[in-house]
């Protein structure tokens, strides 16, 4: 192979992110040849559906009856980009085995067979490429796993997931329900006919599982992750969080501590208070936003698109060009993690109980005297500082509404808090508590 | 060499960056260790003046006489951190002459001659890392040289001198005058006592010739950035913007076009007004943002600290751990620059005078009748529409002020009104311009 021929992809789906690699690469063939010095080229691709219409151009690729053939065809990169499990990790692995570089978009299977995987392609020494599992419009993998690689980092937080974001940004801005923004969202094409796997938080885990390793150097645990969706903020929760200074918004938040118990971490995806300055909080509609806090840069944010078919293609090109690189020089590697995989730490990872975290309470309550005094004696007994309150007056024989925010207290604390708010004969049914993050 | 063995680094310099690389290093050696599967120690140091007190542990480090004798010393990379053009230039040269990767935070040298530089170190083979010349905190160079390597960018924009972002920001919190907040910057030790290379911008565009070449794949040409400083915005400028819904923002622009005309770019550095709900509107004091704009990912921004000793000694780090990884297998490296650099092009580099922008347009008039209509008048015969207009309502006796943004029009055009609305016998002398930018 001499380093002048074009490099030959292969590509397992030509879905969306199929298609934006096609489009992209015919469109800047010219400019990503000036940085390459050899033309990056699809030479075969496989599909599930051949009738399907496509808006790029097929008349130079072999379509191929199977994806296995595209793996065993005489291409130098394999780009999986397909999603799910299987075929996936099959084809992933059959291609590893023949010692072809792999690319692949797959959030879901690197978070959950990574570590498999990986392993796997440090046996063969061969590269695997994933900028573009998480936030395809952003180069989060390598900014985290190569650019900020002499920090310690101890702590991620990002709105990872466009569709939640996109329907609480719509919630927030027109006041309509969870129900509302989800419908008019999967209208326009931004929710899927089952939304769960976005709302409720399991994409963001995904793509959490992938960046919470990159940064600590531990090994992939899916698992680990404790979500909660965004289904039961109710437009009032918007509302009340912006008279207080917040937004909310739908994080996935990684921290990592070091103490006499060991290495900890929590990795959670929840609905989340934000302090309305915050970059994040501003980050709106279909963005992603990620910001990585390392102890010598201090923070730092990364905001761009996080899906649609260019902006992921754009990602798993920039793979598919260190891959050229690497297959140039197999000798020197990134680690795939960005952590020699010996060095891969096992942390214990914290339950949403084990947490600590300030916290955002709304209770209804009768418009009666001695509710505040006796509310404030319940957190005052669990050693719960109130940060800001704010009662909404009543209108005529309705119930008052209280939102809180209190300090920083472990979460069982706040559970417990929670129970003994519950327990007071003028607090009404349905207590709402979220978390708080204040990025110190 | 084995790979086990710690990566020796000379340091060039132990000012503020130097020191902070030592305490980096020191902090997270464990961590960096980790990573790289070996660790990174600097073994000689030279400096000035070597009875400064430092802030770092230098027992284990070798202090030489001169910087000369660092680079000559047993190292495997050189680190040069003393910044400026000579001797700098000299070491880095007589170090690439050696064969030794070089790492350097020295914008400077790299945007008047870097194109020396990497012709040498690529005769010799030799990695040469800059990750630290611009926006430390900011992995942005290796964003935009691999990350974002499948677009075609078409434009940046950035806020890259923490100084000039202080004082606007300053100003434009307290109302303050520039001399005031400069007085107040010099007093913190954020502005130099000679603080022109900042203000006036020459500091932000050696940062964007850098960021344009890896943008664009040109070749670097400090000279034909164009620059404005900050000295002309007054308190009231920044008032009118906010209410027209701007933010002023000392911006460096670099855009791309290909047309008839062959290839040209726009570097430039001066006061922009910018949407208040832009990212950029939104980065206050020291901080540094970037926005990148491919034609695949769409509108990325990238937020970060700097300056700043740990800042930038991260920066500088992360190119050792690559200098590293590079050294183990030295047949492959990412071009210098991104580009092959028998692909990066000469592009014409467009004056002040062939812009085109949108215009903010300051004037102080006589408060009669018919000093609107004799202005619009002349906008209209120059073909300037008018996006906004605000005219502020004058005290007893006093002139009014009017505030008008334009439409997008060649700057020669906005010059020829300039000139036109100042021969109006009621406009007083003290009109202002200052461009706007939209980000569409």
């Keep these: 192979m001499s380093a002048d021929s074009p490099l030959r992809v292969g590509l397992l789906g030509l879905g969306t992110v199929g298609q934006g690699v096609l489009r992209v690469l015919a469109q800047n063939g010219d400019e990503i040849e000036r940085r390459l010095g050899r033309r990056v080229v699809v030479t075969h691709a496989a599909m599930r559906d051949i009738k399907a ?117 719509q919630m927030s801005r027109r006041g309509i ?92 995806v929840h609905p989340t208070l934000v302090p309305a300055e915050h970059l994040l909080a501003k980050t709106d509609g279909a963005l992603n936003a990620i910001r990585v806090h390392g102890n010598a840069v201090g923070q730092t944010v990364f905001v761009g698109r996080g899906a649609g078919g260019d902006a992921t293609a754009s990602a798993v090109i920039a793979d598919l060009i260190d891959a050229a690189r690497w297959l140039a020089a197999p000798a020197q590697a990134v680690p795939y993690l960005g952590f020699g995989s010996g060095a891969l730490k096992e ?37 719960i500082s109130i940060e800001a309150i704010l009662q909404k007056e009543p209108g005529e024989n309705e119930d008052a509404t209280l939102a809180i925010i209190t300090s920083q207290i472990p979460e069982s604390r706040c559970s417990r808090a929670l129970e003994k708010l519950g327990e007071l004969p003028f607090v009404r049914a349905g207590l709402s508590r979220l978390r708080v993050e204040h990025f110190e």
Tied chains: 1, 2.
């Design 347 to 383: 942390a214990r990872a914290l339950s949403f109980d084990e947490i600590e975290s300030a916290y955002y309470l709304r209770l209804r309550v009768a418009d009666e005297s001695g509710v505040l005094r006796a509310i404030t004696s319940i957190l005052a007994d669990l050693e």
């Design 177 to 268: 329900t969870f129900g509302e923004a989800l419908a008019e969202a999967q209208k326009l094409g931004y929710a899927e006919a089952d939304p769960s796997f976005d709302v409720e938080g399991v994409d963001a885990a995904h793509k959490l599982t992938i960046l919470a390793s990159l940064a600590f150097g531990t090994k992939l645990r899916f698992a680990a992750v404790a979500t909660e969706g965004i289904s039961k903020v109710l437009p009032q929760d918007i509302q009340l969080a912006q008279e207080l200074g917040y937004r909310i918004k739908s994080l996935a938040i990684a921290k990592h501590a070091q103490n006499e118990r060991g290495d900890t971490v929590e990795l959670r």
């Design 53 to 169: 219409r496509r808006d790029c151009d097929l008349s130079n690729v072999t379509i191929c009856a199977s994806a296995a053939e595209v793996v065993a065809a005489d291409v130098d990169v394999v780009a999986e980009l397909i999603g799910g499990m299987q075929p996936a990790q099959q084809l992933v692995l059959a291609a590893i085995a023949r010692g072809k570089p792999v690319v692949t978009a797959n959030k879901a299977l690197i978070a959950e067979h990574g570590n498999e995987i990986f392993a796997a392609a440090q046996a063969k020494n061969v590269f695997v490429g994933f900028e573009a599992a998480v936030a395809g419009g952003i180069p989060i993998i390598k900014a985290v796993r190569e650019g900020l690689s002499a920090n310690r980092i101890d702590s991620l937080a990002g709105i990872i997931n466009g569709t939640s974001n996109y329907i609480l940004t």
